[in-house]
T-cell receptor, first 114, second 110 residues
Framework: DAGVIQSPRHEVTEMGQEVTLRCKLISGHNSLFWYRQTMMRGLELLIYFNNNVPIDDSGMPEDRFSAKMPNASFSTLKIQPSEPRDSAVYFC????????????FGSGTRLTVV | DAKTTQPNSMESNEEEPVHLPCNHSTISGTDYIHWYRQLPSQGPEYVIHGLTSNVNNRMASLAIAEDRKSSTLILHRATLRDAAVYYCTEAVQGAQKLVFGQGTRLTINP
């Protein structure tokens, strides 16, 4: 298995532009988590899905952020419009929806908004 | 959300055992304890998890206190490649989600 695949690895964009981050889950996993990491705030959970349904989006910073799971193997995180304070590394992780099962993280997307 | 407490940093020598502590002051009886590590410029990597009993795998051992208010991740023989930030966390009952603290930055001296 290729693991959790995120794209792009790096993204530099101008303030005000729309940014879309992509994530492909491990085959058979049915839970998907989006995290954001910065030096100041560490790893923050933004949103997670079980079986394509959003369960908890309380970590999504504001309405500029949205996440979708159009199918069981793929998710997107969109920021529109982007702002410099959105600069961070964004990780997605997948898991089985079983208590105690570990997560597998992707390599992350480093987003820079100038 | 679950809150864990870890030392900010620890240092050890190559080929020696390392014991990384974690306090789980608000853990409930059915919350799993998870440990992850993050190497520089990589995503977090699953290390080990457990509920009540001590657990072993190829990467590490996990010792869980009888009252479950603390756990210790044990690296039996540290190598330079084990230098990373180590996070302990809890899978909160019914919510499944993992909330990460600041972790322990482990430095391994050659």
């Amino acid at each position: 298995d290729a693991g959790v695949i995120q794209s792009p690895r790096h993204e530099v964009t101008e303030m005000g532009q729309e940014v879309t981050l992509r994530c492909k889950l491990i085959s058979g996993h049915n839970s998907l988590f989006w995290y954001r990491q910065t030096m100041m705030r560490g790893l923050e959970l933004l949103i997670y899905f079980n079986n394509n349904v959003p369960i908890d989006d309380s970590g999504m910073p504001e309405d500029r952020f949205s996440a979708k799971m159009p199918n069981a193997s793929f998710s997107t995180l969109k920021i529109q419009p982007s702002e410099p304070r959105d600069s961070a590394v964004y990780f997605c992780a997948s898991s089985f929806r079983v208590r105690g099962y570990g997560y597998t993280f992707g390599s992350g997307t480093r987003l820079t908004v100038v | 959300d679950a809150k864990t407490t870890q030392p900010n940093s620890m240092e050890s020598n190559e080929e020696e055992p390392v014991h990384l502590p974690c306090n789980h002051s608000t853990i409930s009886g059915t919350d799993y304890i998870h440990w992850y590590r993050q190497l520089p410029s990589q995503g977090p990597e699953y290390v080990i998890h457990g509920l009540t009993s001590n657990v072993n795998n190829r990467m590490a051992s996990l010792a869980i206190a009888e009252d479950r208010k603390s756990s210790t991740l044990i690296l039996h023989r540290a190598t330079l490649r084990d230098a990373a930030v180590y996070y302990c966390t809890e899978a909160v009952q019914g919510a499944q989600k993992l909330v990460f603290g600041q972790g322990t930055r482990l430095t391994i001296n050659p």
